[in-house]
């Protein structure tokens, strides 16, 4: 089922983003572009990333900051950069 039409992003292709790192709306825009055009499937997108086990969310309940700033790296260099200073 599509999540967002305006791109063709499944909620399979959410989850599969969501297991590879990306655990907010945001992030899950920066790897599909899904919620970037209209706005309508955020909170879907949302909803979908609040049911599921997310790996980033793990690092921060262990306190693991270096590891949300590699996961963060691996979506977007230019963004983890810019939070580590």
Not at 2 to 24: L, P, R
């Amino acid at each position: 089922m599509y999540v967002c039409s305006c791109f063709g992003i499944t909620e399979k292709q959410v989850k599969e983003h969501a297991e590879a790192g990306a655990c907010t709306p945001r992030q899950i825009a920066s790897v599909s572009k899904a919620g970037t055009d209209c706005g309508s499937c955020v909170r879907r997108i949302q909803g979908i990333l609040g049911r599921g086990v997310c790996p980033r969310r793990e690092l921060l309940d262990q306190g693991d900051p270096v590891g949300v700033l590699a996961a963060d790296a691996a979506l977007a260099p230019e963004a983890a950069l810019n939070e580590a200073a």
